[in-house]
């Protein structure tokens, strides 16, 4: 497996030559990295005016590895090649090293960037990738790649000290400033290469920069500490109080440490990464930075697990608009009423802090006056609440906060709270919530737990997550008054009165809810459902050769079909289509030939068998192939009247040319139904053409905004919108 690492922008707050001056002294050796034995220029060029400067170099690390594996490996150094090339007119230095031991063995690729910073022409940035590719290592794989993103992961903290060492040792000996390169200069100064006058300090700039650069990017095997110490380097001059400004696609350290909270280098790499992979498929609707933090953390940074739960909640929010949830959700009067929970102030850390007085809440009545369905759309606004608090005082408190903590009251919890149905709805707003929020409860603090609390706690214990049950502090009777109590945790200021405070809690008491207020079962369902089916979108399956379709008929031939799908599961290819005869009705495909028989999937065929292509229907867009995470957006201006038809069809993989025989995969396929399904969540509608003019109008000039979405990115809009020619042409925006 190919690991690979991806830093955030690093800052220095100094001009890009001085940062240069002060990287060039690691060369050839430095002292403050033991592992750097020695390097040697291999091959070194200047352009004419001697603005660039292009240098090789051999480098030998003495890698911190078992003395087993060392012995096994018959080697006493590793060796790398590294490429710097300097410009110095445009004030970059790229570097570019791979190793050279072993390299049928282990591929590692590193590459690091020095630039100045787009907004401050005083400040230099620097970013850094590596790859780590072990194909075969001597049977000890495993053990070579954990020691190398060890050493990797050590060495770039590390590297920011040394930067920030030599920028103080040029400021001792009087060097707080070097000229920038003129070409009038660079001819007077390339006679004295060797000068190391604190007069002449570009001087020696000129001569040796890329070297050092270079340094960082070689150590990323196991020897590859040099490289990290770059970029470690590079975090160093950033003080988390100063946020600097970006690309907007990009994160900065400073914004990490100020926002998000101390990471790892390799935390960083994770939340990077998957960043940077939702921008390239779920372009505008990408989710701010603390959400996908969250998933990451909720699935010990593995990337892999993260953006699978995050995908499937990505959409779960989209079909259910969730992002809307506080602009529209207006709680019953039962809930105000009787819902026994609330916010009230923070907690000693600056989280926000829910009260739910859970023995008062007439559970029973609450399902029968409400529904499931309602329940769970007010849990959901109380955790929607709960995110826009966290940003408020991140940024009252100047530190990240991303989670808030809750305070459960159970004096007066009895066996009515286990009603069934009471309890079948509390494990589903549990699951809902899990899957969804994850690492938002950064401690819940359960206090009067009664003697049937074990009862309920073993029923609902099983649907929490491990991570999140380790965050339950539970006091019996009043346990919570003593030491290591709620004062460890609340100041004493706010405690509420109930729990023997002096602070006013404005949570209601409760009570038992009317029966009068009661619904009947038939009432509830209806409400449950309407709920449920409140939201503009709508999900299809699709086959092998079962594709989803739905038609759309046009009389006004200037209007405008506009689509938003996104790909849940598998690849299609979603094709446009006309016909001027009206296709047979809907016809639900039996899927007898699938082998699957589900009342709840949603697969409709409309084009008949007999027709012909060309002749019965015609295509007015190319096929679109999309793939499994995309989302798509995209409009048709409509040349004709008649029946347009919108067809998600399941992506074949081509067949392998170079022979006959069936590839292995295909065969697997063959065996398993669940490869042949794919699954799209879409919403259409029509506009006529002056309608859609003026709505792109009012999207741009107004943007649309979820609630989830990045600050600090430039693909914050809800959707991009898409404009068409004024032939019969389809605009689509694809995210790949």
């Not at 991806?6 to 220095?12: I, M």
């Not at 023995?359 to 109380?382: F, N, P, W, Y």
């Not at 082998?595 to 295509?619: A, C, E, F, H, R």
Request: charged share 25%; with cysteine; hydrophobic share 35%.
């Amino acid at each position: 497996m190919v690991q690979k690492y991806q830093s955030p922008v690093r800052v220095y707050k100094h001009p890009f030559e001085l940062v240069m001056a002060a990287y060039e002294r690691r060369f050839p050796k430095c002292h403050l990295i033991p592992m750097f034995v020695n390097s040697d220029v291999v091959n070194e060029e200047t352009s004419e005016d001697g603005s660039t400067q292009r240098v090789e170099r051999r480098c030998a690390l003495d890698v911190d590895a078992p003395r087993l594996l060392k012995r096994i490996a018959g080697v006493d150094y590793v060796y790398f090649i590294q490429n710097n090339t300097l410009n110095r007119k445009e004030r970059t230095l790229h570097i570019e090293s791979h190793n050279e031991t072993f390299s049928n063995r282990v591929v590692v690729h590193e590459t690091c960037c020095y630039s100045v910073h787009p907004e401050n022409e005083d400040w230099t940035c620097f970013e850094q990738t590596a790859s780590l590719d072990i194909k075969s290592f001597f049977g000890f794989e495993s053990t070579v790649e954990k020691i190398a993103m060890k050493q990797y992961a050590s060495s770039i903290n590390k590297g920011k000290e040394i930067i920030e060492f030599y920028l103080r040792e040029l400021e001792n000996e009087g060097v707080t400033h070097v000229p920038r390169w003129t070409c009038s200069y660079i001819c007077h100064a390339l006679p004295a290469p060797n000068s190391v006058s604190a007069s002449q300090p570009e001087l020696q700039h000129t001569s040796t920069p890329m070297v050092s650069a270079s340094q960082t990017t070689d150590t990323k095997d196991g020897a590859t500490q040099d490289a990290k110490q770059d970029s470690g380097a590079a975090q160093a001059d950033n003080p988390p109080e100063i946020l600097v400004g970006t690309p907007e696609d990009k994160l900065d350290a400073d914004y990490i440490k100020r926002y998000l909270g101390d990471l790892t280098p390799l935390q960083e790499s994770c939340l990077i990464r998957l960043r940077k992979w939702l921008q390239e498929t779920h372009k505008g609707k990408i989710p701010k930075d603390e959400h996908i933090l969250r998933f990451l953390r909720a699935r010990d940074f593995n990337m892999d697990k993260a953006r699978e739960i995050l995908c499937q909640s990505l959409t779960w929010r989209k079909q259910h608009q969730v992002d809307y949830l506080l602009e529209t959700w207006n709680p019953p009067q039962v809930l105000q009423d009787y819902y026994t929970g609330g916010w009230h102030h923070h907690d000693r850390d600056g989280r926000p802090l829910y009260i739910l007085r859970l023995g008062h809440m007439d559970t029973k009545g609450l399902v029968r006056a409400l529904g499931e369905e309602s329940l769970l759309r007010h849990v959901l606004s109380i955790n929607e609440e709960g995110l826009r608090r966290c940003e408020e005082n991140t940024k009252v408190f100047g530190r990240p906060i991303s989670c808030w903590t809750c305070l459960v009251d159970l004096e007066g919890l009895n066996m009515r709270h286990l009603w069934r149905p009471g309890v079948k709805a509390l494990l589903r707003i549990i699951e809902v919530v899990e899957a969804n929020y994850p690492e938002t409860l950064g401690r819940l603090l359960i206090l009067r737990a009664p003697r049937v609390f074990p009862v309920l706690w073993t029923l609902v214990s099983p649907f929490i997550d491990e991570n999140t049950r380790k965050k339950f502090l539970i006091y019996a009777g009043n346990d919570y008054q003593g030491p290591g109590g709620l004062v460890d945790y609340i100041d004493k200021e706010i405690i509420p009165d109930f729990l023997g405070g002096e602070c006013m809690c404005e949570v209601p008491e409760g009570g038992l809810v009317p029966k009068s207020m009661y619904r009947t079962p038939e009432e509830l369902e209806n409400e449950d459902v309407r709920l449920w089916t409140e939201t503009i979108y709508q999900s299809a399956s699709i086959f092998k050769g079962a594709p989803h379709e739905l038609v759309i008929e046009i009389i006004d031939a200037a209007s405008v079909i506009t689509w938003d799908f996104d790909v849940c599961k598998g690849d299609i290819v979603f094709n446009l289509y006309h016909s001027k005869r009206a296709p047979q009705p809907p016809r639900k495909d039996p899927l007898g030939a699938h082998g699957i028989t589900s009342p709840g999937v949603n697969n409709v065929q409309l084009i008949d068998k007999s027709w012909t292509l060309g002749q019965d229907y015609s295509m007015v867009a190319s096929p679109l192939t999309c793939k499994e995470g995309e989302s798509v957006q995209g409009s048709h201006v409509t040349r004709w009247p008649g029946f347009y038809i919108l067809q998600w069809k399941f992506h074949s993989m081509p067949a392998c040319s170079a022979t006959n025989l069936p590839r292995v995969d295909d065969v697997l396929a063959t065996l398993q139904v669940s490869s042949h399904k794919c699954k799209v969540m879409y919403y259409t509608e029509v506009l006529g053409s002056e309608d859609f003019r003026t709505a792109c109008c009012d999207v741009q000039s107004l943007g649309s905004m979820t609630s989830l979405e990045s600050s600090h990115s430039g693909f914050s809009q809800l959707s991009a919108v898409t404009t068409s020619s004024n032939h019969s042409q389809s605009s689509s925006m694809i995210s790949r």
